[in-house]
């Protein structure tokens, strides 16, 4: 397969799996891995016309794509979900584990339920789609798992405690998961971008909402700006690079 415009692409002949694919830097991020010649995945765990909207939208640029529901944090949904796209195209080279949930309130009013839930989408699904994708790149020799942080994860925040100590769990398990599948030349990085999102939007309006909290402005990239740190963790030219963290964005 080749990128757009019939120009080799970076990724051709690779297939990806792009998790919170239907909108915002997952749909961003399936849309460049289809320019650069991917066979492309994408899953959330509803919207379905959003997801089939992002299917049309990188078969239009000439590339293959498959949309499916799938909830990350249930280990039943992610076997499924690999096996259907194993089964279709033979592999999976790429996987990006970008599916998430955010929901604003102070410490003391996090519910047992929420933290739960949110370390299950977060950092459970991080672990169900890794472990799922394995045995088929420890099988090829090779493999490109990237994985999603937080600017909360590294510096701190207010009203994600549970999210951000999800994202710094995801920070860790992708430098442990460096070092043990580097022997099957799979490497595993991580983004923590700062982009223009729904999940930026809520977090911006509920700080402007707490009484006494700075604030300043801050300027956020499109997922647009974002991608290409993807694209560049999924290719060749991160073949020697793995248990990193890259901040894209500014802060």
């Known amino acids: 397969?080749?990128?757009?415009g019939g120009t080799m692409g970076r990724l051709d002949g690779q297939v990806a799996l792009v998790t919170g694919g239907s909108r915002g830097i997952g749909r961003a991020v399936a849309l460049a891995f289809a320019r650069e010649g991917a066979r492309v995945a994408v899953a959330a765990v509803q919207d379905r016309q959003a997801l089939e909207k992002v299917e049309s939208e990188i078969s239009a640029q000439g590339a293959d794509a498959v949309a499916m529901l799938a909830d990350v944090a249930?280990?039943?949904?992610?076997?499924?979900?690999?096996?259907?796209?194993?089964?279709?195209?033979?592999?999976?080279?790429?996987?990006?584990?970008?599916a998430g949930i955010l929901r604003l309130a102070p410490l003391e009013k996090i519910s047992e339920e929420r933290w739960d839930e949110t370390l299950a989408v977060h950092l459970k699904g991080t672990f169900n789609c890794t472990q799922a994708v394995l045995p088929f790149m420890k099988q090829r020799q090779r493999g490109k798992i990237i994985n999603v942080a937080a600017p909360s994860a590294l510096r701190g925040s207010f009203g994600v405690a549970d999210y951000a100590a999800a994202k710094g769990g995801i920070v860790a398990f992708t430098r442990n998961a460096a070092n043990e599948l580097k022997a099957y030349n799979i490497q595993v990085n991580c983004i923590s971008p700062v982009a223009n999102t729904r999940m930026t939007e809520a977090l911006v309006n509920f700080r402007r909402g707490q009484s006494g909290m700075p604030q300043r402005e801050r300027e956020f990239l499109s997922p647009e700006a974002v991608a290409p740190a993807f694209v560049f963790f999924a290719s060749a030219d991160s073949d020697c690079v793995s248990g990193q963290l890259l901040e894209v964005g500014r802060s």
């Open 1 to 4: 397969m080749k990128g757009t």
């Open 74 to 98: 249930r280990r039943g949904d992610v076997d499924g979900l690999v096996q259907t796209i194993v089964a279709r195209w033979g592999r999976i080279d790429i996987l990006v584990n970008n």
